[in-house]
């Protein structure tokens, strides 16, 4: 039977893995958050532009331009404006920036993240 002693608290190897653990997670979260922030500073564009749209006047090449000028306002780097696909369906403009982000972690892995849900329709605002 053991003493008291020797039975409380974790061992050393027991908190250098939990250390570990920890820090491996929060290395994660810090390389993930800025991109984000980036999607969602992306998102607010592609939707300001496609509730600016006016059906009948507004070209794609304005649709394109507008986009390029503010995605160079805002700094974004994750995607160029020839990424974002603009095309007309059925007398309906449509706006479609998903991309893809790859991270890397450590050595030869990296984390994949996917923001696919950026197609919207312009010119009629909150539609999806």
Same mark, same amino acid.
């Given at each position: 039977m053991r003493t008291?002693?020797?039975q409380r608290?974790?061992? /050393?190897?027991? /908190?250098?893995?939990i250390a570990i653990m920890v820090g491996f997670y929060v290395m994660c979260f #810090?390389?993930? #958050?800025?991109?984000?922030? %980036?999607?969602n500073a992306i998102k607010g564009i592609i939707q300001t532009v496609a509730d600016e749209h006016e059906p009948g006047t507004t070209t794609v090449g304005q #649709? !394109? !331009?507008r986009i390029d000028a503010m995605f160079n306002t805002n700094q974004?780097?994750?995607?160029?404006?020839g990424d974002v696909? /603009?095309?007309? %369906?059925?007398?309906?403009?449509?706006i479609d920036a998903s991309y893809e982000a790859r991270v890397p972690i450590a050595g030869r892995i990296d984390a994949l993240l996917k923001f696919d849900d950026l197609l919207v329709e312009a010119g009629n605002p909150g539609a999806r």
């Open positions: 008291p002693q020797r608290g974790m061992s /050393i190897p027991g /908190i250098l893995l #810090v390389k993930m #958050v800025p991109h984000y922030f %980036e999607y #649709v !394109r !331009r974004i780097s994750a995607i160029k404006i696909d /603009i095309y007309r %369906e059925k007398g309906k403009t449509y």
